[in-house]
């Protein structure tokens, strides 16, 4: 019920807060041409702020994450900067992010985008007064194995990421250890692309299958890494579909304990496809959940 009145008041904070948007757009080169950014209201550089790389999915584009951040509006409303870069183009013209066998290197291209992303990072924060502290990234379908990717390969850097739709290495024993990623992990129970339960993917070269975990072991798996239960410790609900009536899903939270806890957290969005028709509240709630998990140990 809480979740419930939290999800209901921050609606209506939405709804009063002014819909006039202030924000601007800068270019940034981190050495694969120019990544838009969207700075929020009133920037000046006085105050260090966060920062989300957007990572969009297979065959997608950059712009439509600006897009879609214009839309709803929380790079304002909360203060941060967003980075939306765009993945490299196959010979068929198909914009990907190399995150592991199961997506979407489909032509088995040398690629390394887990080193572009922390390159393109730290470019940011040499240009932009960025809280180091409060570095994210979010990323829908290729670009949700992606994220995943980044708090597998950089938990120094990153403070927390989400992955719509996406899914986890099978095996996290490759993962670097030193430092702490908090991971949400949202997905619908009706996705026929990405499978909430689980399956794989095939490439273009060895036409092999790719296997990748179900969303909840894409969840569990990495507090299991640092030693924390596997086992839920809380269930909630919220409401954050449009296509499916009323309270429709269901949150898992898994943490380790002790002075430097880590939280993953899975949220089942039951009836919901692919492609999602969020909300307005979830695009606040899974904003200030990335934003909440900040990383420990920096000043």
């Not at 949400?184 to 399956?199: N, R, V």
Request: aromatic share 8%; proline share 3%; hydrophobic share 35%.
């Amino acid at each position: 019920m809480r979740h419930l009145l939290r999800t209901l008041t921050i609606g209506i904070l939405c709804l009063c807060a002014s819909s006039a948007s202030a924000h601007t757009f800068a270019t940034i080169d981190a050495g694969r041409g120019e990544v838009k950014l969207m700075l929020p209201s009133g920037y000046d550089g006085s105050k260090a702020l966060p920062l989300v790389v957007s990572l969009h999915g297979f065959k997608g584009t950059g712009q439509s994450y600006i897009d879609y951040w214009t839309h709803n509006r929380q790079v304002d409303q909360q203060q941060f900067i967003v980075a939306a870069p765009d993945g490299t183009q196959d010979s068929k013209g198909r914009a990907f992010w190399n995150a592991g066998e199961a997506c979407c290197n489909k032509e088995a291209r040398d690629v390394d985008d887990s080193a572009y992303l922390r390159h393109l990072i730290e470019t940011i924060e040499a240009a932009y007064n960025i809280d180091a502290a409060s570095i994210h990234v979010a990323g829908y379908s290729n670009g949700g194995f992606m994220a995943h990717t980044m708090a597998c390969d950089h938990p120094d850097k990153i403070a927390s990421i989400s992955s719509f739709a996406g899914a986890a290495r099978l095996d996290l024993g490759s993962c670097k250890t030193k430092g702490q990623t908090h991971v949400l992990q949202i997905h619908g129970t009706h996705d026929a692309s990405i499978f909430y339960g689980g399956g794989f993917t095939m490439n273009d070269v060895n036409k092999q299958p790719s296997p990748y975990p179900s969303a909840l072991h894409s969840t569990s798996m990495w507090v299991g890494q640092h030693g924390g239960s596997m086992v839920p410790q809380e269930l909630d609900m919220l409401d954050l579909s449009e296509r499916v009536a009323g309270i429709d899903t269901t949150v898992w939270r898994f943490a380790t304990q002790g002075k430097r806890s880590i939280v993953s957290e899975l949220w089942s969005i039951h009836g919901e496809t692919h492609v999602p028709k969020m909300n307005q509240g979830s695009h606040v709630l899974s904003t200030q959940w990335l934003l909440a998990h900040r990383k420990d140990g920096i000043r």
